[in-house]
């Protein structure tokens, strides 16, 4: 034998020992923790037990001071580690050492389709809350955008559960790494925010079982994720949060989730499903059943004394009460009862990096016209930026989410930073007016005057940014509300036709965690969206505007024409928002674009678009085989070729659909998907696995996952609504 070969051949045994000793450490590690669970149990009092169940303060759970336990800390969640909040009420506590990184909003995440970017997102924010002396982070949030009216929306991964499952497995192992529990939300058919704490959601299995429910099964089984939040509404009539069908038999049973399921901040309503549909630790419960209280009342919370005195009366067995405590003995023993030394870092250079590389890899460029953008930052031009959102903070406001970032570099300063040769004008040009989060109330603007200075300014300029969108607000991009319009508030649509008027060289930069209605845009000459983009949003978006970075972003929702070409909203009020009591998710599963693709409805933009300031072409695509069987791996490649005049990524995007089948199906959907870099001048070539179980229909008549015989079609291409080639398959 060769030495080259020797040598393979002992590194190949020493991985395969090495992976085979890591599972059996793993192993034994979880059986110590098991017999030092139990031990530890033996030793609780059941007033002990029934205390580790509920709140102490806001965000923390008591510890058991005789044995040594430690109290468990929790914070928001998902887009940094939130500011310190006071022990009994809502109020900011007013420390000096709680400023952190804001990183991207999760929609940005989303559109990046890069799942190695998700694991960089997880281990920096996971050591920011371990600086912060966080065990648990309140997220990820998975919940499908069904609407782009739900507030909350941009804390969200997107409309397909094949995306969300990809993205949210890496961030959660990301941030676990470091000894903290991501806690993944809210599960589930939290959709939308309007009457969130009571509406009653009526959904098919199908649907549930394909749309709603995989990206949370992939965080229980692939990411491993310790703890789930329980959502507000009720699903078939009763409570998420205490859910039977949800959190025992779905989550507890078939999946064989072994970690703690948290309530949502006043999301509990009854001690005895409480005890017995799976909640293991309530929080925020108020003394009116939702999130008022009076002082403390954590004794009266539903898993407090109502749920001791069940116990000591014998309605419930302490069997349930243990169960429990074994939970959060485990996540304790995870994170603050761990051997994990790691100590964390904050605000250090490199989480500001991470935050600036997903920022720009996240951007989607939608329109641009003769080249609009990049825009050459060494050329002596005037540029006009006008629009309240490049001034205007965003990691602030939107609800529990909010951050209290160290920077935040507004697009206006990060555009002065890297055009220090051009002449940067600016005007406001519109005014969303006070919002409950503003922490300096500014004098109220004259919104004339705002539009007379806008137009000025743009004509003075060669070109024209304006900075428009959404915010953070109460009934925009926030929890607790929802859009009261598909359109752009403050009068953003008018204003861009005036400047329209008098400077056509316009481009429309959008921030926003939602699709939004465009009637301009045939007219402006670029769009670009750029989701809430963190502390460093400025700087991000002059990478991609300079063309320092080649954006490389892809639409994780459709862009509907108008709202009625969504699906949720195509069949009236009952569909959305309900009657207040219930709601019926009449589309199916028939979300996004599988609604457009399928019914043959265009939408403004579709999932998976984006431009690049490149082109790339993909060819050679083809499978190995036509015919598959149970289990086997379809392995589709394809060959892309940068054609034009920058280096960039594309995302190769491959959708599966059957024609004949025994229900309804949607005419394409995501099955796998990879991010290459090519070169200009350069091809690559990909190769990407689909596994043929992965194709399997959930048939409510057996309830369970039914793989059809028969053609299937497989469609690869750079959006949802751009395919280069579809092949054709069997499975037998
Ligand atoms: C939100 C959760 C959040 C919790 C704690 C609730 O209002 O729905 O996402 O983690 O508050 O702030």
Request: proline residues 3%.
């Amino acid at each position: 034998m060769k030495n080259s070969k020797k040598i393979c051949l002992v590194v190949v045994c020493c991985v395969l020992f090495f992976f085979k000793n890591n599972i059996q450490a793993q192993q034994f590690s979880e059986i110590q923790i098991n017999a030092k669970i139990d031990s530890v149990l033996s030793l609780l009092t059941l007033e002990e037990k029934v205390a580790m169940c509920h709140a102490q303060s806001k965000f923390s759970t008591p510890g058991v001071g005789r044995l040594g336990i430690p109290e468990v800390w929790m914070s928001d969640g998902p887009h940094g580690v939130r500011g310190e909040i006071n022990w009994d009420d809502w109020g900011y506590a007013g420390w000096t050492n709680d400023y952190i990184t804001a990183f991207p909003a999760l929609t940005c995440l989303a559109a990046t389709f890069n799942p190695s970017i998700a694991k960089a997102y997880g281990i920096s924010v996971g050591e920011e809350a371990k600086y912060r002396e966080k065990d648990v982070l309140l997220g990820p949030g998975v919940n499908i955008y069904r609407t782009p009216l739900n507030g909350r929306n941009f804390e969200y991964m997107g409309e397909d559960p094949f995306l969300a499952s990809t993205m949210v497995v890496p961030y959660i192992k990301g941030v676990q790494q470091n000894g903290v529990a991501a806690c993944v939300k809210h599960y589930a058919l939290n959709n939308q925010e309007l009457w969130r704490d009571h509406i009653s959601v009526e959904v098919s299995e199908r649907a549930l079982y394909e749309i709603y429910l995989p990206a949370f099964k992939a965080a229980v089984q692939q990411g491993h994720v310790w703890s789930i939040m329980g959502a507000y509404n009720q699903f078939r009539g009763q409570h998420t949060t205490h859910n039977e069908m949800l959190m025992n038999k779905i989550l507890k049973e078939d999946w064989a989730f072994d970690g703690v399921v948290i309530s949502d901040w006043g999301s509990t309503h009854n001690t005895k499903e409480a005890a017995l549909y799976g909640l293991d630790m309530e929080m925020g419960t108020g003394t009116d059943g939702l999130t008022t209280s009076t002082q403390n009342a954590y004794d009266f919370y539903y898993l407090a004394n109502p749920f001791l005195k069940m116990l000591k009366e014998g309605t419930i067995e302490e069997a349930v009460v243990d169960d429990k405590v074994r939970r959060i003995l485990r996540l304790m023993y995870r994170t603050n009862m761990s051997n994990n030394s790691s100590f964390g870092r904050i605000n250090n250079q490199e989480h500001l990096d991470v935050a600036r590389k997903i920022a720009g890899e996240g951007i989607v460029l939608l329109k641009n016209k003769n080249s609009f953008f990049p825009i050459n930052p060494n050329k002596e031009i005037t540029i006009a930026i006008i629009g309240e959102n490049a001034t205007k903070s965003l990691t602030v406001g939107g609800g529990s989410s909010e951050l209290k970032a160290k920077n935040e570099i507004s697009p206006l300063e990060g555009l002065k930073n890297r055009y220090k040769n051009a002449t940067i004008i600016h005007a406001k040009g519109y005014a969303s007016g006070p919002s409950q989060y503003d922490r300096v109330v500014e004098p109220t603007d004259d919104l004339e005057n705002l539009k007379k200075e806008a137009i000025e300014v743009a004509s003075k300029a060669d070109v024209v940014l304006f900075f428009g969108g959404l915010n953070k607000n109460h009934l925009q991009d926030c929890e607790g509300g929802d859009r009261q319009s598909f359109g752009l508030p403050f009068g953003q649509d008018e204003l861009i036709d005036e400047i329209l008027k008098v400077n056509a060289n316009t481009g429309v930069i959008l921030v926003s965690g939602n699709a939004v209605e465009m009637p301009w845009v045939d007219n402006v000459s670029a769009v670009m969206q750029t989701w809430y983009l963190g502390s460093e949003a400025g700087n991000a978006m002059a990478d991609v505007i300079s063309g320092d970075v080649n954006p490389s972003g892809k639409l994780p929702f459709s862009f509907p024409k108008k709202l009625t070409d969504n699906a949720a909203h195509s069949f009236g009020e009952m569909s959305y928002p309900g009657d207040s009591i219930t709601q019926y998710y009449k589309e199916g599963i028939l979300v996004g674009y599988r609604w457009h693709e399928t019914k043959k409805i265009k939408p403004l933009f579709a999932f998976g678009e984006g431009l690049s300031y490149t082109n790339f072409e993909i060819s050679n695509i083809g499978t190995a085989k036509k015919t598959y069987s149970k289990d086997e791996e379809i392995v589709v490649s394809a060959t892309v070729s940068n054609t034009g005049n920058f280096d960039g990524l594309e995302v190769v995007q491959i959708y599966v659909g059957k024609s004949k089948s025994k229900v309804e199906r949607a005419l394409k959907e995501l099955k796998g998907f990879k991010k290459i870099m090519v070169k200009k001048g350069e091809s690559e070539t990909v190769e990407i696995s689909i596994n043929v179980n992965d194709l399997a229909f959930y048939d409510e008549t057996i309830s369970d996952w039914n793989l059809e015989k028969g053609g299937y079609v497989i469609y690869v291409g750079n959006a949802s609504n751009n395919i280069s080639k579809e092949i054709k398959i069997s499975i037998q």
